[in-house]
């Protein structure tokens, strides 16, 4: 149960049927944040841990009576939904709530139940249930059954059938590792690091907004400084033409926050302790046993052929940029550095196709977007997307907004809330959290899912904020996981949505990126900000054109990444010397790019926390989507036969069907190969569309 709720959060309630929400939008009543009454001030979250704890300790009881299998399986997946609303319901409240208050009684309330969670799986008395229920599977729907599986197995990689002695230290590492995923997250935040130019002439005025002005200490020369979190030193490296502020930036960058290393080393050596408890030989090992891929072996082979693959193009792509910059200073000229990369490019990207990323931002004010979001429903899907009041102190912040689906026939099909837009004290993420999962309540009532959209996008108000398109295509990708939740029809919340294998879950946010980049969809919401003409033709096939240039690069640096998460996961490391000498070797063999001594990327790579031994399930996903593309979407993208097969072969069964079933009904079995046990992409579309092979 703990493993699941950890690999794919839910939601509150303390009552499901209490929260339940009807067919038709409910009147606007007072009550708190999320809709939840107990959430009108921060000390709610305690009242909601408390009524959770209840409830679940009164379906524990009444399913040690072991009543009939089925309602063995209704009531721990009651308990989950329980225990789960309040878990990320929290989440969210932390990541995005501007009051401390309410983010400190969230982070004790997560905290909480997490311990409740122990608890509920070292409970011998559940684990015997779930056993009888899964022989007596005569009784149980397919789902049933398939939950009864999984209920079991999530027992067992909690330790249940353990000793004492070991089960009590399979739940203090879990606390341990909790505690220490939390506590790097927190230090990326808390020190992003910052550089100090002076003059402050060397900074390119489109930058001034993101610099503090300061003065040296000994001349009292005027300069600014730049904080090197992800989305500044991403600017500061594109944007700013004296190389040796890119490189100061570019170092600074790479190593903050030194406080990371310490505790990756503690992650590292606690998640592989747990394995070793467990029976396994590494963490990778015990991460991806159970999903498509079954074997840190399969991982592997799938990464070295995608690095291999990618090689010779991407090697073409480092010489043209170092070619590039020599044209640009002459023999003179030192070699080809990481911080240049992202400014050579842009300039590159510009001048082969007559781009101003300035021009294309001014056809993607934030109101417009949403209007795309709204498009992609209805024109796929039939379905509306209604803004709808909140009521008091539902809303953590006025830029939220809130949309209702609806379906014609269906009626309503859940909630989306919208925090698009960057403040202070908001963690600048892009992500998508289901507060609440669907599933069915009985043979008349279904709970609806309720999502949000967190995105940090930056501007003075929120009508004012004009998306770069790369933030567009965020955008559509977290909207892609949103449709995953909103429009699943599980009976069981535990497989609501994106509750699927690791290595499924980025499928649908991967296609939906495609829909950014398809002149066809951008046409009809891309507007120009003052004028209200739609975004020209050409300008969109330069932004595809700038795409593909140095696509090669882009998909090595990711190749790298899925390496790091896999080795730093699968052999203990000794030191923190040995992590940093780890992802050293790996840049080196398997990039075109040198890497610099002294930096540690990793320290803030906050995917080796949410991810651990999973990252490679973006690239598992990009070669899905490519498939899904070309064969369903790409005629024509916003038909309803395109929507159709998506939602009624894909999106509607979350995780209640085996992701390659899925996969080859929606677009046949070349989707997927087997190998040595496990299951891989076919490379073969992603490969075509970024012209890989000869």
């Not at 209490?18 to 809709?35: D, F, K, N, Q, V």
């Not at 070292?122 to 056993?131: D, E, F, P």
């Not at 992590?579 to 610099?596: C, F, G, N």
């Not at 916003?638 to 097969?645: K, W, Y």
Request: glycine share 6%; hydrophobic share 35%; net charge neutral.
């Amino acid at each position: 149960m703990l493993r699941a709720l950890i690999r794919a959060p839910a939601a509150y309630f303390s009552n499901a049927r209490r929260y339940l929400h009807s067919a038709a939008a409910p009147p606007i009543r007072e009550t708190g944040l999320y809709g939840f009454d107990h959430l009108k001030t921060p000390k709610g979250f305690n009242r909601m841990v408390d009524d959770a704890i209840e409830r679940s300790n009164e379906l524990v009881n009444y399913i040690a009576g072991m009543p009939s299998a089925p309602e063995i399986i209704k009531s721990l997946d009651e308990i989950s939904d329980t225990v789960c609303t309040v878990i990320d319901s929290a989440e969210l409240c932390r990541h995005t709530h501007p009051n401390r208050e309410f983010v400190e009684e969230a982070s004790k309330a997560s905290f909480r139940l997490y311990e409740y969670l122990s608890h509920l799986n070292s409970n011998h008395s559940l684990y015997r249930a779930v056993i009888q229920a899964e022989k007596n599977h005569h009784m149980l729907s397919e789902e049933a059954l398939r939950a009864a599986r999984h209920l079991r197995s999530d027992f067992e990689k909690g330790g249940i059938h353990l000793s004492p002695e070991k089960l009590d230290r399979i739940n203090q590492l879990n606390t341990n590792i909790l505690q220490l995923c939390r506590e790097f997250n927190e230090n990326i935040i808390s020190d992003p690091g910052h550089v100090d130019i002076f003059p402050a002439s060397r900074i390119p005025k489109k930058l001034y907004h993101l610099a503090k002005p300061i003065r040296h200490p000994s001349s009292s020369e005027k300069g600014l400084r730049l904080v090197t979190e992800p989305n500044t030193l991403c600017s500061i490296l594109q944007l700013t033409s004296d190389a040796e502020v890119r490189k100061l930036a570019y170092l600074k960058g790479n190593s903050a926050p030194r406080a990371n290393l310490v505790v990756l080393d503690k992650l590292l050596s606690a998640r592989h302790e747990f394995s070793e408890i467990l029976g396994y030989k590494s963490y990778t090992e015990f991460a991806v046993k159970e999903n498509m891929a079954s074997s840190p072996e399969v991982v592997l082979s799938f990464l070295h052929d995608m690095s291999e693959m990618v090689r010779p193009k991407a090697d073409e792509e480092f010489k043209t940029i170092s070619d590039f910059k020599r044209g640009k200073g002459g023999q003179l000229v030192e070699d080809l550095e990481p911080w240049d990369e992202p400014y050579l490019t842009r300039m590159m990207k510009s001048s082969a196709h007559n781009l101003d990323y300035s021009v294309v931002a001014s056809y993607f004010t934030l109101p417009q977007c949403i209007e795309g979001l709204k498009v992609l429903a209805e024109s796929l899907f039939g379905v509306k997307c209604h803004e709808i009041p909140l009521g008091p102190a539902e809303s953590w912040h006025p830029d939220v907004l809130k949309l209702s689906l609806n379906h014609p026939d269906e009626g309503e099909l859940g909630y989306l809330y919208l925090d698009l837009k960057s403040r202070k004290g908001k963690h600048p993420i892009c992500a998508h959290f289901a507060i609440k999962g669907g599933r069915r309540i009985s043979d008349t009532n279904y709970q609806l899912p309720i999502v949000a959209l967190v995105c940090s996008f930056s501007g003075s108000n929120f009508q004012s904020v004009r998306l770069h398109h790369s933030d567009l295509e965020t955008l559509f990708h977290e909207f892609g996981h949103a449709l995953h939740s909103l429009l699943s029809r599980t009976d069981y919340q535990h497989f609501s949505g994106t509750r699927v294998v690791t290595d499924f879950a980025e499928t649908p946010s991967n296609l939906f990126e495609y829909y950014a980049w398809d002149y066809r969809v951008l046409k009809t919401f891309g507007k120009h900000y003052s004028t209200g003409d739609p975004i020209p033709e050409n300008l969109v096939k330069s932004l595809q054109g700038a795409k593909r240039m140095f696509a090669a690069t882009e998909l090595q640096g990711q190749v790298f990444y899925a390496l790091i998460d896999q080795a730093l996961h699968t052999a203990k490391p000794s030191s923190v010397e040995d992590t940093i000498s780890i992802v050293a070797d790996l840049k080196r063999e398997h990039t075109s790019w040198k890497y610099v001594e002294g930096t540690h990327w990793h320290s803030r790579f906050s995917h080796l926390v949410s991810y651990g031994a999973g990252y490679y399930s973006y690239l598992y996903a990009k070669c899905f989507a490519a498939t899904i593309w070309q064969k369903k979407c790409k005629e024509d993208p916003l038909s309803v036969e395109a929507g159709s097969a998506l939602r009624s072969k894909f999106l509607q069964y979350g995780g209640a069907k085996d992701a390659p079933a899925i996969l080859d009904d929606l677009v046949g079995n070349s989707v997927t190969r087997n190998w040595n046990g496990g299951i891989v992409p076919d490379i073969t579309c992603l490969g075509q569309e970024m012209k890989l092979f000869k």
